[in-house]
């Protein structure tokens, strides 16, 4: 292992020891004893995303990158050739068009980026990923792999094989949550706009 890439101990000293009993009794008292089980599950999930966030933020920050930023240069690499609008990235990462902005002007100065000419439309700018953003991602590649291995040091593959299972179905489920939500304002929108018309 590289002298660079950060090491077990680094990552183990942000990891708390585990969930304090009195949270546990707290959520015992407020949800009831077969409730809490759910409700613990669900904040060892928020924890853990919490953590996992402030480690990974934490270890870019040394290259003067952030997850946001990661993220839009993996956005930019799956589009290589045609590139991305603005409003694209802004939608796809779930953020407003003026954090995107930021973020844009923060890796077009440091070269990761470049802004072309619309083909069609002189009004509009297209985002492409330079070089330099390229060599970004795959310098950064070895801590990452380093960083996930170390997350799943004690699990054996049948484990992990399950872990993603679970994800994987708990990711549905939430997305039939936002799909629901979506359709709920989509509902809404039509009996705000056309409050007079009546059922055919």
Not at 22 to 37: A, I, K, P, Q
Not at 90 to 113: D, F, H, K, W, Y
Request: proline share 4%.
């Amino acid at each position: 292992m590289s002298k660079d890439h950060p090491t077990r101990d680094h990552y183990r000293k942000f990891l708390p020891s585990g969930l304090e009993q009195h949270h546990r009794d707290l959520l015992r008292r407020y949800f009831g004893e077969g409730e809490s089980v759910w409700m613990e599950t669900f904040r060892s999930l928020m924890k853990v995303s919490n953590m996992v966030q402030a480690l990974s933020e934490k270890g870019l920050d040394k290259h003067g990158m952030s997850m946001a930023k990661i993220r839009m240069l993996f956005m930019l690499l799956m589009r290589d050739e045609e590139g991305m609008l603005p409003s694209e990235l802004s939608r796809l990462q779930g953020v407003m068009p003026n954090t995107i902005s930021s973020l844009i002007a923060s890796l077009r100065e440091a070269g990761m980026i470049a802004q072309v000419a619309h083909p069609s439309d002189r009004r509009k700018r297209i985002i492409k990923i330079t070089d330099a953003g390229r060599a970004m991602l795959t310098d950064l590649g070895p801590h990452q792999r380093n960083f996930v291995q170390m997350m799943f040091e004690n699990f054996s593959d049948d484990e992990v094989h399950q872990f993603s299972l679970l994800i994987n179905k708990l990711i549905g489920n939430v997305q039939g949550l936002l799909c629901k939500e979506g359709d709920d304002s989509k509902d809404k929108e039509v009996t705000t706009t056309q409050p007079d018309q009546q059922p055919s």
